[in-house]
């Protein structure tokens, strides 16, 4: 048996994507300790991996704010650091670990791999490239002055960080946003990810790992009937957008069509208003189930909720909020499995209008289903686990005793 060291961020869209990888390495024998936030404790504990957890920085501000653009985004994943090393540090007086698998975007973790002497694995759950895409693409210019003042405070944190933590390698800006791993498995299809031809060997795409997560939804889905059924999220981290909310619903009342809004748990339900028979609306509800049987999705466009909606053929209509999720909404369009609109300028006629296009054209879910059919072939956690089997033998990796070995000191 190998320890395996997993550390991923405090986000749904990174966590939820390795549950298959960790049950398949637990089944195989391996002992997986796990480091995220709180939140996801009982989920990783239901499947048998160790459960350590860390403070949830990402609540510390408003993600509208710290993730604007990609010199934010930047300087929030770095400050994690003060969180993250310390965790690691204590967890290796504790366990040997082996190799380390991690989150390309958070989680240390190629200083964690400097600092134990092993190999590492990376999950890439967005686009690789995405840090260039981003910057080749985004849609709010910052200003030179606010660029300059972030640049400044990236020199003051990292020189701060990497003299604290005794770190070997130079610390980059697109390293910390992208922790490149010896093997980098991608939850994506060659054919969804832009620029795929330009990417080497150590990149292997296993398309979505969707598994069981045990959810329960608060409220029965209506009867369906012979209605199209439309599935509206925001995601869990960029939710907090009570106007769109109220638009949809405007929008959406004149439509023969049923809809499910999922309005996350920062929304008072009571606040929206009168809310029109054909619209449910509520905290949560099961994801992957929905999407089974939804004609279409609007979305923020997170990259593990368009993965889903593509694998289930359903067509997008994508409202970018921050981060990557721009660049998902350009591919999304690019390939004709949906649309996608602008956040700032929307309007409830706008809205009304894209949705019906997307309802009565039948190209978009052709393209959709086109997409989800590479997603599918890729092979999913099977493939994934084909890769890291290959990689243990190239790297040697064996058996040893768990506990009570010298990690860091």
Same mark, same amino acid.
């Given at each position: ?131 260039? /895409? ?117 929008? /959406? ?42 004609? $279409? ?53 706008? $809205? ?5 296009? $997307? ?15 590479? /997603? ?34």
């Amino acid at each position: 048996m190998s320890t395996v060291l997993f550390l991923n961020g405090p986000a749904s869209g990174h966590v939820y994507p390795t549950l298959g990888i960790v049950e398949e390495l637990i089944a195989e024998g391996e002992h997986v300790v796990y480091v995220s936030s709180e939140e996801y404790r009982e989920q990783l504990e239901r499947i048998g991996a160790t459960f350590v957890a860390y403070e949830n920085f990402l609540r510390r501000e408003d993600p509208f704010l710290s993730n604007q653009n990609y010199l934010s985004l930047v300087l929030t994943i770095l400050s994690s650091y003060d969180i993250l090393l310390p965790c690691i540090r204590d967890l290796a007086r504790q366990y040997r670990f082996d190799y380390v698998i991690h989150d390309s975007m958070y989680g240390c973790g190629t200083v964690a791999a400097d600092w134990l002497g092993i190999p590492n694995i990376a999950t890439c759950t967005s686009f690789i490239l995405a840090e260039r /895409l981003l910057a080749d693409n985004s849609r709010e210019q910052t200003r030179l002055q606010e660029n300059l003042l972030l640049m400044k405070e990236f020199s003051r944190l990292s020189k701060r960080i990497w003299t604290a933590y005794s770190i070997d390698r130079k610390i980059e800006i697109n390293r910390i946003f992208f922790n490149e791993g010896q093997l980098n498995l991608v939850f994506t299809s060659e054919y969804f990810q832009p620029q795929s031809e330009t990417l080497a060997a150590h990149y292997r795409f296993v398309g979505p790992i969707l598994s069981e997560r045990h959810e329960r939804s608060l409220l029965p889905l209506k009867q369906r009937e012979k209605r199209q059924l439309i599935y509206i999220s925001m995601g869990t981290m960029f939710n907090n957008v009570h106007a769109f909310f109220r638009m949809c619903l405007e929008a /959406l009342a004149s439509l023969d069509i049923l809809a499910v809004l999922s309005v996350g748990h920062r929304i008072d339900i009571k606040a929206l208003g009168s809310i029109p028979d054909n619209i449910t609306v509520i905290p949560f509800i099961p994801q992957l189930q929905i999407l089974r049987e939804a004609d $279409l999705f609007i979305t923020h466009g997170g990259m593990n909720s368009v993965n889903e909606a593509l694998y289930n053929g359903v067509p997008l209509l994508v409202i970018p909020m921050a981060a990557d999720q721009p660049i998902v909404a350009d591919r999304v369009a690019a390939l004709g499995a949906g649309k996608q609109l602008n956040k700032e300028t929307l309007t409830a006629e706008e $809205l009304r209008e894209a949705v019906t296009e $997307l309802l009565r054209d039948e190209s978009y879910r052709i393209n959709s289903a086109r997409i989800g059919t590479t /997603l599918r072939e890729a092979g999913g956690q099977k493939k994934a686990m084909e890769h890291i089997r290959e990689f243990k033998r190239a790297h040697g990796i064996g058996q040893h005793p768990v506990d009570g070995d010298e990690g860091i000191g």
